[in-house]
């Protein structure tokens, strides 16, 4: 009895000790000691602790972008849930499989998962679930060509948050909000939304969620005609993610950056830029990510006139898109296939 009590102690100070690491965006050790504080849950046999770890296992993989790790052990978190009867678990675990699909693109799965996660929190009176499972259904509305929809929800979602004193939270909203109003072509209200989280983070002290936002800010100097404004603020960021170890932050500031230098009619910069990005997303498996930068290139080799560059690119984002659930996605592709 004394040693299980002692090693259920030893899990907790692991965990809080993991916790630490991911606050810090740290999440490679934030990996490495979930996974060594699920050999000990599975040690002492204590389901309800082992389902607490392979969430926690889920996050890290999610944050180290290893998708389909972090679906497989979300299922298992899920699945340790339901047997225990941990209706708490089971809506944190569905909010993140939702969460994984999005990212795969997978977003009919995502909403199933998310809708069932704020039905449950919603049952439980757990309004910090309930917002952060409905922010993701925001973002999903937007990346689906619907920013209308998102706005409306992502409003009632900022409310929320202001009303629990979540200013975490409320920071990311305000970066949904904006991101939705950039898709509208509403550069100027983007940016002051992005301000807006932006300087409740830099108060908060939140070095990851910054660096996201300052991209974002830097994507609407472009979306104005500002890139040379833009690529200082990308340099920073594409150092501060590097530096954080964020790979799938990295790829996206490439990205960026390829853009940026393709608006200064830089092209030999923008290519090589393009083309680390897409390696980076290869390795991640980011397919969403890797289409839209293979587009922005092929329409870069069409604008110097070097066609058949410019189909290699489109014939290479015509076969990954066919994996992912983006509607939008596939019309771009076909409409830059059919302008050659």
Known sequence: MTQSLNQVQEWEYRRNEANRYYKQGLFQEYLNLTAENLHLARAICDRALEGYTLNDMGLAYLSCWQLQEALTSFVEALAAA??????????????????????????????????????????????????????DVALIYTKLGEPKRALILQHQILAMR?????????ATTLNGIGFAYSNLKKFEQALEYFQEALSIQRAIKNVLAEATTLNNIASTYNDLGQPKQALLLYHQVLLTRQKLGDRAGEAITLHNIG?????????????????NAIALYRDLGDRIGEVTTLLNMGNLYTTTRRRRLALLCYWDAQKLVA??????????????????
């Not at 853009?259 to 083309?275: C, E, G, M």
């Open 82 to 135: 339901r047997e225990l009867g941990n209706r708490q678990a089971q809506a944190i675990a569905l909010s993140n499989l939702g969460s994984t699909h999005s990212r795969l693109g997978q977003f009919s799965q995502a909403l199933e998962y998310l809708n069932e996660a704020v039905l449950l929190f919603q049952q439980l009176q757990n309004p910090q679930g309930e917002v952060s499972a409905l922010n």
């Open 162 to 170: 202001r009303l629990l004193g979540d200013y975490s939270g409320e």
């Open 259 to 275: 853009f940026a230098y393709s608006l200064l009619t830089n092209s030999r910069k923008a290519i090589q830029f393009y083309k």
């Open 323 to 340: 994996h992912v659930e983006n509607p939008s996605l596939t019309d771009k592709v076909k409409q830059c296939i059919e302008s050659l």
